[in-house]
């Protein structure tokens, strides 16, 4: 019974995205990242979303990893990709888009993604989060797309940094611009002396690489004043704002 009434959803939720891509209800929302010792909102991350029938936002939690298993993912990343360049053609901030290996491997999105950087000539103003990243050092493409999106100025950021996965090695042979420091870490940074500890070998290492810092999940005035005073260049959470639509 259980099986059947998973695939019963899955089936409900594969007709609901399909019904979204078709009928232009897949969107990105914007949530803001500030300069930590300033609260200046300096950029913005790009956060897929479906609208539903009835003008409600539905989080990817629902829908991202059946569009995965069900090869619609290809199709949700490069609505995001248009949808966001188009958003940003007339404004001054950096946006971040969220980026999986499967992406950068598909060869349509990877078109896709040169194609709009030079259409649009936002390069100096895009950040590619790169999800996933277990594993991600082993794949030679993934360093030859960041070759590519470089030329045009785009620069990169390593997601979850902080997690089991966390490799300070590919770090320095990806040549990445950013680390965003995972949640688990940030959000009871606060209280938990082990966060800490593990936050600042992260600060330190990226102090010495050049390499800047977002801490994402900023849910308190506490956890906030922890990680200014920890020296971590950005921040991003509830704490300065939720994803919204910019108009």
Known sequence: MNIEHEYE??????KKIKDAIKNDRIVPLFQPIVHTQTKEIVKYEALIRMIDENGEYISPYYFLELAKKNKLYPQLTKIMLTKTFEKFK??????SINLSVEDILNESVHDTILEKLYEYKLGDRV???LLE?????????VK??????KQTGAKISIDDFGTGYSNFEYLMKLNVDYIKIDASMIKDIDTNRNSQMVTETIIDFAKKMNIKTVAEFIHSEDVYQVIKKM??????GYYFGEPKDLD
């Open 9 to 14: 959803q899955n089936l409900k939720w594969t």
């Open 90 to 95: 007339t404004r001054n901030s950096q946006v």
């Open 127 to 129: 950040v590619f989060e």
């Open 133 to 141: 990243s277990e594993g991600i050092e082993n794949f030679v493409e």
């Open 144 to 149: 030859e797309f960041i070759e590519e999106v």
């Open 231 to 236: 020296g971590i260049t950005y921040a991003q």
